[in-house]
Nanobody
Framework: QLQLVESGGGLVQPGGSLRLSCEAS????????IGWFRQAPGKEREGVSC????????NYADSVKSRFTISRDNAKNTVYLQMNNLKPEDTAVYYC??????????????WGQGTQVTVSS
């Protein structure tokens, strides 16, 4: 069964950068699109970015376009989210999950545990 584990979160000052990783085990990652989502306190979970199985297609929420970059290394079974010029409103728990295609159904049981990103001076 596919399992995903996020890492790379932390505390960063506004304008700083972090790179999140989403590492898969139990299945070959390149069968799936991978989406990054986030949930801030008191808010609903929202989609941040998604990358297709072969990496040829990506999409981003308007709030992160030009600041975040999603990529994948299928040989390492890992998807990355490079986050630059971070803002306090990016503070949230970030999750990755497998999807059959971007904007498509979530693969059952594929949500990771999340990694906390805090942007604060």
């Amino acid at each position: 069964q596919l399992q995903l584990v996020e890492s790379g979160g932390g505390l960063v000052q506004p304008g700083g950068s972090l790179r999140l990783s989403c590492e898969a085990s139990g299945s070959t990652l390149d069968y799936y699109a991978i989406g990054w989502f986030r949930q801030a306190p008191g808010k609903e979970r929202e989609g941040v970015s998604c990358i297709s199985g072969n990496g040829g297609s990506t999409n981003y929420a308007d709030s992160v376009k030009s600041r975040f970059t999603i990529s994948r290394d299928n040989a390492k079974n890992t998807v990355y989210l490079q986050m630059n010029n971070l803002k306090p409103e990016d503070t949230a728990v970030y999750y990755c999950t497998a999807q059959y295609y971007c904007s498509g159904p979530i693969v059952k049981g594929s949500w990771g545990q999340g990694t906390q990103v805090t942007v604060s001076s």
